[in-house]
């Protein structure tokens, strides 16, 4: 059964206590990550249950930013695993949970059908016409840590990352992994006049 207050009291949290220069990693991305976790959830049939606890992984996979930046997917599963039995989730579940919440690491490891939906709701944003959108937000936010970073530099970054990057559903890899190989050419061309 769903218990919206799991979702109510993490997000208000996420929404007073993040700090403002999260500009990628804010209460706006955790409900874009749900929103498309579901969405790739039920186009693997999977089973009201089943989309639930995606649901509850996706709410809780950046809520370590709470507590800090590094290493926050082990902070996000240690935050599930002290608050979820209050709401009646199973050690069982809890374990399932974490290990959708650590599936979104990069680099991402998937061990299974759930892991690869959160894993790809996390980065969904690499194959849709929103990737300038908050490809600007998370260089705001490294800019943040790293003032010397440089476009050129972060052209790079992103160069790598979406080299080395690979979606997992088979949704993600018919519909958007063509988007993401579009938006790589795109800097790649930029890279070349740098």
């Excluded at 799991?6 to 209460?27: G, T």
């Excluded at 959160?118 to 908050?134: C, I, M, N, R, S």
């Excluded at 943040?144 to 970073?149: A, G, K, L, S, V």
Aim: aromatic share 14%.
């Amino acid at each position: 059964m769903e218990n919206n207050q799991v979702f109510d009291n993490l997000y208000k949290r996420l929404k007073n206590e993040l700090p403002y220069y999260l500009y990628y990693h804010c209460p706006e991305h955790t409900l874009s990550v749900m929103e498309r976790a579901v969405f790739l959830a039920k186009k693997e049939n999977l089973s009201n249950a089943e989309i639930y606890l995606i649901k509850v992984a996706a709410l809780y996979h950046d809520a370590g930013f709470l507590i800090g930046r590094e290493d926050h997917e082990t902070k996000s599963c240690n935050l599930a695993s002290k608050e979820l039995p209050e709401y009646n989730f199973s050690k069982k579940e809890i374990i399932t949970i974490c290990g959708m919440i650590n599936a979104t690491r990069i680099p991402q490891k998937t061990h299974n059908n759930y892991e690869n939906i959160v894993a790809d709701a996390d980065l969904f944003y690499l194959g849709t016409e929103e990737y300038d959108f908050y490809s600007e937000k998370l260089y705001l936010e490294l800019k943040h840590f790293n003032p010397e970073i440089t476009d050129k530099e972060w052209v790079k970054i992103q160069l790598d990352f979406l080299k080395a990057h690979h979606f997992h559903t088979d949704y993600a890899l018919k519909f958007l992994a063509p988007v993401k190989d579009k938006h790589f050419k795109n800097l790649a061309r930029l890279w070349a006049k740098m």
